[in-house]
């Protein structure tokens, strides 16, 4: 029973790689490039609420967001726009 909390851990923590990586894609200047934790963050919560069945693939997660960008939270979609615009 004790392996239930080692899955989530090791599902949490391929979740924040596959956001830190859809976050690189999605980058637009070097800054954005690698992600923030604040941006990663952000989006985080989206990706399990949209996308969970994506998860680990990167470009599915990506593509999915895209999809859903109506359905984004603010701050995930304030973390896909550049500044400025």
Known sequence: MD?????????A???AV??????MLFSAGSAFALG??????????DVYR???GEI????????C???NKASLSE????AFEPSGN
């Open 50 to 52: 949209l996308c969970a």
């Open 3 to 11: 392996a239930k909390p080692v899955q989530s851990s090791k599902l």
């Open 36 to 45: 923030t934790p604040e941006q990663r963050k952000a989006c985080t919560p």
């Open 75 to 78: 701050a995930c979609r304030a």
């Open 56 to 63: 680990p693939n990167v470009r599915a997660i990506t593509a």
């Open 13 to 15: 923590r391929r979740v």
């Open 65 to 67: 967001l895209r999809r």
């Open 18 to 23: 596959a956001v830190g990586l859809m976050l």
